[in-house]
């Protein structure tokens, strides 16, 4: 029996290292379905998931989507354009009416943090946060913990650089709290105005130059910059930014020689990593993760509905 002893997915920060190493394992074993001829169990028959997504999304919801059906549960896709949000129904009405149809699990993306908080104290369902604002994004973090498993071994003493908008950088925050309690050694580098204020709080070294965080790194992760979430221009041009922050294949070079690349996507190319660098699969693992994610997000809907099998 591999059930989570929780009802809902909120965050990295509310999870344990037993939780976190448990949810890898489980996932670690599901990989194997995608890789068959008939990529279909059928441990979640008879169960329904709706996606509720009120950001855009490509590879979360499809991600979730997928390791629905491959687990033969029912998925319902719901994005915020065109549901009754544009005639301005609330999350939470909406989020009554979703319950009343009696799903057993509902994925949400909300742009506002705390939306998957608020949801899950309301409703009876299994809430999965697949991202609220710049505050967690918990299957990245598991995808991406994965990820950096399977190429390296394990987690812990590894360094991790993480470079880019880590202020509105969901993805940034689940990491940290992730990779720290598994014993990795994180260093963050970005612009001061893309930099929280209180971040070596978190636990992490922070610097401005992206060489000085990526010299000697295990890992080094790259963010896309949230234009949607920033308020107002804290950079003078794109072109600027990829003059200091972008990962080519030069600056690369100050990393460790086995060194892996990750982006948890949508990349920019050219603007925080290089075309050359992204493609490499030398070093870019950056499909892995989507292929990963695929079997965390199936962890995640077993453990959540009871695991039994
Ligand atoms: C990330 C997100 O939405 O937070 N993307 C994802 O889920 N793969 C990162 C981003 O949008 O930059």
């Keep these: 029996m591999m059930k989570l002893a929780k009802k809902d997915i909120l965050g990295i920060r509310d999870m344990t290292v037993d939780e976190i190493n448990l949810i890898l394992e489980t996932a670690e074993s599901f990989l194997e379905i995608s890789t068959r001829e008939i990529k279909k169990v059928p441990t979640l ?32 896709n719901i994005s915020a354009s065109t549901s ?20 057993d699990i509902i994925v949400l993306r909300h742009s506002a943090a705390g939306a998957p908080h608020l949801l899950a104290s309301l409703v009876r369902q299994s809430i999965i946060n697949a991202g609220d604002g710049a505050h967690e994004h918990p299957s990245q973090a598991l995808l991406d913990m994965m990820t950096i498993r399977e190429k390296k071994g394990q ?22 709290y992730g990779l720290s309690k598994m014993g990795a050694r994180i260093v963050v580098a970005g612009p001061a105005t893309m930099m929280p204020r209180n971040i070596e709080q978190m636990g992490v070294k922070a610097c401005t130059k992206l060489e000085d965080a990526i010299t000697d790194a295990d890992v080094v992760m790259m963010l896309r910059i949230q234009l949607e979430r920033q308020k107002q221009n804290i950079f003078p ?13 030069k600056n690369i070079k100050l990393a460790k020689p086995d060194v892996i690349v990750m982006h948890p996507g949508p990349i920019n190319r050219g603007v925080e990593i290089s075309p050359d660098i992204a493609d490499d699969p030398g070093c870019s693992v950056i499909l892995d993760q989507v292929n990963n994610g695929v079997a965390v997000r199936m962890a995640l809907l077993y453990m959540l509905s009871g695991g039994n099998e």
């Design 237 to 249: 041009s794109l072109r600027e930014y990829a003059q200091h922050y972008c990962l080519n294949r």
């Design 45 to 76: 028959r008879g169960k329904s998931i709706i996606n509720l997504f009120y950001e855009a999304s490509t590879r979360t919801r499809t991600s979730f989507e997928i390791a629905g059906k491959r687990l033969s549960a029912d998925t319902i």
């Design 155 to 176: 987690l812990a003493g590894l360094k991790v650089a993480i470079i880019g908008d880590i202020l509105h950088s969901r993805v940034a925050r689940s990491n940290i």
């Design 84 to 103: 009754s949000v544009v005639k301005g129904e609330t999350l939470i009405d909406t989020a009554r009416n979703l319950e009343a149809m009696n799903p």
